[in-house]
């Protein structure tokens, strides 16, 4: 189960698609969900980024394909069957979230334990099938549910540690006046990153060939419009270079001034150290009127 | 073996890469080229490409691009960056793809070009 999974190495958080156990999907207000404007705006170019958003691209696709299995019952599904969906059930199919499909399988074992309760009995009373001195051999799907529940429940971080998604906040994004954007939780996004706002900051604006301030609250002002999409492919691109380890791909890393000034990364989980480069400004052209008074 | 052969055992010289530098800025920065988008007023955005190997005569390169993705442009020569070319709109896409581009492009690595930018 977990080997089909795709890897996802940067994840924002509230993208999560819950199965029901009716096999409806509800997708909740996810961002990554719906990729319209920002994607069409973003190249994104570079390898690594481009790898993590193709996950969420397949991620975003494979929504919609099993939306789209509910609604019309005609080619659509064979097609998406046979490419996505290796699960026995059809129904629940490769969710990416393994919450998902857990709990669409829980919602399942209680649906069927509902029809034929004797066959079944309740894995974690040991009733039924379940009981100590029953002898008749137990199915393998239940087996591995059972497995799954339990593991689940006892110890929650071992399931993490298999299939690594690394999860920050979602960038929250307001406008202010027309030209100016905010950037509200950097300080908490910052946190999570175990960097600090200044390098976040100096990247963000390296990146976008903008400025900005921050304001009373800690919140970051950027000027130009930034929808929270855009925001965030920065951001992964901003993890990618500076948070994830090349090494062992754990975010667990910290950003420290090395000698002669060069920035490094170290590991924490694999202890490796890199060096990362400077962020540069580059080029910015000169925008509007009047020259920036130059020395 | 001797410690001369191993790098970590060399000395470092801080001044070693400065003396370089001086003559030929382009090629401390590993020669990368640089697509940037800007921000203008309202929805309009400007696209950068920096770092253009020497080779290529740029005016004839923004000639090529504008006629292509039917874009204005201009050469402007940075005191620090040297000679960069700014394309009106957002041209990040086809820029890169016009460097990499084989028949009709540059051809130039893929893994040289960075592009930046939301």
Redesign the interface.
Known sequence: MADTKPRKSVAFEDSTTIVDSDGQVTESAGMNGDKAS?ES???G??KEVDEVSDMFAGLAKKKKKKVKTEGEEGEDVLSGLKKKKKSKKPKEGAADDFEAQLAAKVGDEKEEADAEEEIEGDMMKGTGIWQHENTSPVPYNMLLNRFFTLLHSQHPDLMSSGSKSYKIPPPQCLREGNKKTIFANISEICKRMKRTDEHVTQFLF?????SGSVDGSRRLVIK???QQ???E??LRRYIVEYVTCKTCRSPDSELDKGE?RLYFVTCNSCGSRRSVTAI?T????Q??KRRRQQK | MTTDTIQNLKSFDPFAEAEDSVGDVKTTSQNYIHIRIQQRNGRKTLTTVQGLPKKFDQKKILKVIKKKFACNGTVVTDTEMGEVIQLQGDQRKDVQEFLTDKKEGLGLDAKTIKVHGF
């Open positions: 920002a705006h973003a190249p170019d570079d390296a990146e976008l060939g903008t130009g419009r930034f999409k855009q925001i492919n920065v002669n540069k580059g080029f910015s052209a925008v509007g």
